[in-house]
T-cell receptor
Framework: DAGITQSPRHKVTETGTPVTLRCHQT?????MYWYRQDPGHGLRLIHYSYGVKDTDKGEVSDGYSVSRSKTEDFLLTLESATSSQTSVYFC????????????FGPGTRLTVT | AQKITQTQPGMFVQEKEAVTLDCTYD???????LFWYKQPSSGEMIFLIYQGSYDEQNATEGRYSLNFQKARKSANLVISASQLGDSAMYFCAMRESNGNTPLVFGKGTRLSVIA
């Protein structure tokens, strides 16, 4: 199994509070990704990183920011959580090119009340 | 426009039977990769099988095979001899631009295997 962990695994927070989710890898992969999973929508890309300090937006980036100061860590921040951000968040890693697959972390279940 | 379309929200299959999960995709790239992932009720994402756009043979991995029809832009997953443990969500996904873009996922198909 790829060495990828997410913390916390579960979190309940109130509307308007800031929240940071952490993704940590031990594989030294170049690419890291944040997805959210909601019923009926599959997995949707929030942000991704293609190197330290290099990030780009995904399909559903509004309300989220990311940072990557080290190869192994990729942080996802909800500046002011809203109920619509209640979701399961997955981090993933990969090398570049094909046929490199994406390896997924265990997920973080976030509930915004 | 949706890049990955999975038209079957849910499917049922009898144990030991084969089942096909449909996936169509949309891209103008010549070099791309197609992936299938399984998500059991425990929640983890498990990679199943990969097909490259230049691969001439259909990919196979144990009981999983990918029916790749490039002209039709379809990449259907075939599971042979279904088992109760195959009950899960299945996602089709694609990486474009020779793999230098993130995976784009379909909405998934929930497969239920009946004893």
């Amino acid at each position: 199994d790829a060495g990828i962990t997410q913390s916390p695994r579960h979190k309940v927070t109130e509307t308007g509070t800031p929240v940071t989710l952490r993704c940590h890898q031990t594989e030294n992969h170049r690419y890291m990704y944040w997805y959210r999973q909601d019923p009926g929508h599959g997995l949707r890309l929030i942000h991704y990183s293609y190197g330290v300090k290099d990030t780009d937006k995904g399909e559903v980036s509004d309300g989220y920011s990311v940072s990557r100061s080290k190869t192994e860590d990729f942080l996802l921040t909800l500046e002011s959580a809203t109920s619509s951000q209640t979701s399961v968040y997955f981090c993933a890693i990969s090398e570049s090119g094909l046929p490199a697959e994406q390896y997924f972390g265990p997920g973080t279940r976030l509930t915004v009340t | 426009a949706q890049k990955i379309t999975q038209t079957q929200p849910g499917m049922f299959v009898q144990e030991k039977e084969a089942v096909t999960l449909d996936c169509t995709y949309d891209t103008s790239d010549q070099s791309y990769g197609l992936f299938w992932y399984k998500q059991p009720s425990s929640g983890e994402m498990i990679f199943l099988i990969y097909q490259g756009s230049y691969d001439e043979q259909n990919a196979t991995e144990g009981r999983y095979s990918l029916n790749f029809q490039k002209a039709r832009k379809s990449a259907n997953l075939v599971i042979s001899a279904s088992q109760l443990g195959d009950s899960a969500m299945y996602f089709c996904a694609m990486r474009e631009s020779n793999g230098n873009t993130p995976l784009v996922f379909g909405k998934g198909t929930r497969l239920s295997v009946i004893a």
